[in-house]
């Protein structure tokens, strides 16, 4: 067995090196003894897979392995997005594995695995997994591997929660960049189905991702902001090799920040949807979402980094929203996973219901707010664990920071301070992966950032 560590969402690694055959037979029987311990063997396990390269050739040795190890397994029939193998997770009361590496580089593959409750396994779930990991496991009774189609109870589903009637009306251009992800042929498809006209770009599945990431950053949407910046009265969007990450344009061509997404959805579905609950962020999200909470009247339930905390507190609150600020979310009524269709079909449905543009949009957020908010982050890489637990041990005893008072101390996950002029904030916690301290900043300027950055 080498090099199998699972981390914030399942295990990844570079395919041929340590993403292999012989560990993908390992997870998976380590997986199978999870769910035969805690559900029996006659529980259903559901399997889909992204684009990438051998993501569909593993996954296939994964099926055929549980099957011989008795369960029942359903197949995708073709690549799907995590957020709808989540779904079907609940919808079916099964557990599910994706293939996937999420937003990484396109030379590794993953393993997540998502309980029927469908978001994120926690950390309990997983450190069992992992103790499984040299423990085998044994056929039961004889199982079968049978291919499915995941889309439609996903779609009815989202037609529950997505006024289509009030998109269709909505007087703007919309671009959907496929960005060679898991979504094309869902989001595209949906739109299609549901009479709403669109243009789009990058339609195709490529293991490469076109030579870019498949991450929904400014960078590797370059194609689809000069698009968005020739159209007029244009939005673009995007989402992330395997779905459950969005990447949104406005008309002026601008990257608009997941913490901007977060609170324009969250004051629509309060306001147009009549939803009541509270809101839950990570402790690296915007405090702008704070403010406007505090403004509405909605509680704010805050969470180590991670959407696997998110979903978690989801499951426990049923808020409004959940989000991070890493470009998931997902919301009341749909299921505890981040998910980058639902979250591009919100903010045309927001933009509709508001009759405004995404930019007026964004600037009701800073009036509501009382500034503008802005945020960095440094990752700072270290050579040890100690130096980087040294460096957060000096953080959590400092009385200043740039010359500022510290007004509160945060230790949920590692160590963040609250400024005193009340719109700045540092974080510093370690990676969960690799030897990297990562520093968060937000303040209400620029010079204030590049002063704390210093």
Known sequence: MANIKFGTDGWRAIVGQDFNSENVEIVT????????????????IIIGYDPR?????????????????????????????????????????????????????????????????????????????VANLDCGFEKKINGSVKEFDFTQSYFEHIRKLIDFDKIRQLNKNIIFDGLYSATIGYFDKLLCEEDVKFNSIHMMHDVNFGGGMPEPKPIFMADLIEMVL??????????????????????????????????????????????????VKTVGASLMLDKIAEKYGVEVVETAVGFK????????????????????????????EKDGILANLLILEAMAYENKTLVELQRDLSQIAGCKFYNDRVDLKLSTREEIEQIIEKFRVTETFADMGIIKKDFKDGVKLYLDDNTSWVLVRPSGTEPLLRIYFESDSLEKIEKFKK
Do not use: W
């Open 230 to 279: 020739k159209t007029p009265n244009s939005v673009g969007f995007a989402n992330d090799g395997d779905g459950d990450r969005f990447g949104v344009i406005n008309e002026n061509g601008e990257y608009v920040t997941p913490n901007e997404i977060i609170a324009i959805l969250m004051l629509h579905l309060k306001k147009n949807k009549g939803m009541n609950g509270p809101l």
């Open 53 to 129: 390269n051998m993501a569909r050739e593993f996954s296939t040795q994964c099926a055929n392995t549980l099957a011989k190890l008795g369960f029942t397994v359903l197949y995708s029939k073709k690549v799907v997005p995590t957020p709808i193998l989540a779904f079907n997770a609940k919808y079916m009361d099964a557990c599910a594995i994706m293939f996937t590496a999420s937003h990484n580089p396109p030379e590794y593959l993953g393993i997540k695995f998502i309980p029927d409750y469908a978001g994120p396994a926690t950390s309990d779930i997983t450190d069992e997994i």
């Open 309 to 336: 905390h998110v979903g978690e507190a989801m499951r426990k609150y049923n808020p409004i929203i959940g989000g991070e600020e890493s470009g998931g979310l997902s919301i009341q009524g749909h299921i505890p």
């Open 29 to 44: 029987k380590a997986i199978a003894k999870y769910v035969y311990d805690n559900f029996g063997i006659y529980k259903k």
